[in-house]
């Protein structure tokens, strides 16, 4: 009885790690992200040839990723992202605290929820990316994938591990088993 139990949490452990879709390919928002493994944060990077000009002081957001714990395991043994892999782009504003002896960036107000998932069964390009922002700031139970030419180009051309930028997060590297 023990072993169907642990067998029965696992399954269930499971489900709610992998991406979760309506129809073909609508992706429902993830539940309990924030519980996954926390990959890194980084403030105002990104791949932008106009970068420069667009950003503004205050205008920064911070990228707060997250990656299913499933994946990660999977990431950690083989150096590989699995199919059924999710990264989750949390972004936030940046605010600035400036008086005597607290000076520095934090984060203010949660702006925008993304998500990229691995599906090589579901996706011609394997890789799909995802908004789950409204255009009034709220955020949607469901989002379609973007066209390939708005994030899959810019990843499959810059990231250093299968679509992952993974030279962005120390804790991926250090994850990565030694070849």
Known sequence: ????????ACMVA???DAPRFEGKDALLRPVGYR????????????YD???AEKSRPGSERY?????????YREFSRTGRFPDGTILVLELAS???????GLQGSYQDKFVALEASVKDSRRFEDVWAYFSF??????????????????????????????HVFTQFYP????????K
């Not at 009885?1 to 029965?8: D, P, S, T, Y």
């Not at 519980?35 to 990104?46: C, N």
């Not at 955020?139 to 994938?145: F, G, R, Y």
Request: proline share 8%; charged share 25%.
């Open 35 to 46: 519980e996954w493994v926390f990959i890194g944060s980084s403030l105002g990077l990104r």
């Open 14 to 16: 499971q489900e709610v």
């Open 133 to 162: 922002d409204e255009k009034d700031g709220t955020v949607k139970d469901k989002a379609q994938p973007f066209p390939k030419k708005a994030c899959w180009s810019c990843h499959n051309q810059k990231a250093e591990t299968d």
């Open 171 to 178: 804790i991926l590297r250090q994850a990565r088993p030694s």
């Open 1 to 8: 009885m023990g072993l169907l139990w642990l067998f029965v």
């Open 94 to 100: 940046a605010a600035q605290k400036n008086e005597p």
């Open 49 to 51: 040839p106009e970068a």
């Open 63 to 71: 990228h707060n990723v997250y990656i299913n714990p499933s994946s």
